[in-house]
């Protein structure tokens, strides 16, 4: 595996990413909420009784003693048109906070990438320190051969072997010290990416450059994680989502003015229609006198026949409608939102407080960064010359014991001294690497992105 292999493996399994993930898309359902809370809003009713006994004809508003059913149906619709400008500032306030979420996002992916390519050059270094131990090994057990030969010969003191054997079983010794590091290493590597152990795996190693002074001046480098670093733009953003807040809370002094409308009509199955079924003439017991002569009164009578009102008639009769225009001002709540704005304005001061601990605490972090950069080089410079120094020590050494006219105690001594500073010439190499990597991250590397070349500069 690679290192990138690693870090997209981490961040697509680990479960902090994952809330992150989650919370950054709740924050953008709220976003998207806020913009959808400018539309009007439509609301329609239905509604169907069964009445028994005596009650309320809905169509006559009459008493009625019988079995009748009534049906109604309503439509509602309302929008605000001035809150003090509050759904805006909510807008803008879900759209800050949503922002601050994907920044949130992308520094938890920072920390974990940090973390895996903090185990990953552990385990390249263990890995090549346990090489340097092996080789180390084989040579002892070269010498200790020889010596073997020569002692049943009698050509060398018994001491001399015994010392060689000695600094043999220090060596295996050493193996399996590396051996336990060096998994613990790979245990550490495969938790922080969340997959399973794997034995079989092994890690590419990195082509780093020759650790060299660095010219980055650490002001210089704050400055760039200002403009760049996820942390700092996601507290800062939560920040202004906070000012939003105060201005969303002090739209609520204001009046609101809301346009609505409403559509509603009725059914009832004991409304009745009267039909004109024809017209005629009825005798009355009034009379009309003409010369002395009383004569019947008729008058016209029109004949009608009741009947039911049809449903969709009844509905269309019954149909009314309405549009009003609401001013709802606030005079008196108990306090409740200037207490509110209060509140805001105090989460205000605490983002603020966070966002000024954060960037505090990160030039602390860059120049303690750049100081152990800078360290790491002029350690891995001395180390180089001091690895020279004991190489051509014990080469010189080496030559003398073989010839028999050293001692162990020299050759030992030399070749401990060797071992040693090349063991901590390769921590001080992958030291280095790792000071790099750190103090560039911090300035420049967002590890979301995980597109080709995205983590080239981990790998030059």
Known sequence: M??????????????????????????????????????PDLNGNAGHGFNQGRSIDPFTNSPVTQSFNSSNFSLSSGIVLFSGLSKMNNIKRADLSWKASQMELRQEKDNLAINIILAYLQVLSLSEQAHLVEDQAKLSAQQVERLNILNKEGAIKPSELSDLKGQFANDRL?????????GNARLSLFRLMNIPYDSTISFEALNSDFPQADNRDANSVYHTALQQLALVKAVDLRTLSSIKSVQMARGGLWPVLSLGGNAYTQYSSVARQNLLQNTSFRQTQDYVTINEQQYPLFVKQDNYLSSSIPYGTQLNNNLNSSLSLTLS???????????????????????????????????????????????????YQTLLQQVAAYKESFEAAEARFTEGVGNSIDYLTAKNNLDRANRNLVNARYDYILRKKYLISIATIHFNKLFPGALDIFLE
């Open 2 to 39: 690679t290192l990138q292999q690693c870090i997209e493996t981490g961040i697509h399994n680990n479960f902090d990413v994952e809330q992150r993930r989650i919370a950054e898309k709740s924050e953008q359902l709220d976003y998207r909420q806020s913009k959808l809370n400018l539309l």
């Open 174 to 182: 050493t193996i399996t010290d590396n051996k336990n590091n060096l």
């Open 329 to 379: 001002i606030p005079i008196f709540n108990a306090f409740q939102q200037r207490t509110r704005i209060k509140q805001a304005q105090l989460e205000v001061k605490r983002n603020a407080t966070i966002a000024a601990d954060t960037k505090r605490q990160l030039q602390q972090d860059i120049d303690i960064a750049t100081l152990n950069m800078q360290t790491a080089v002029e350690k």
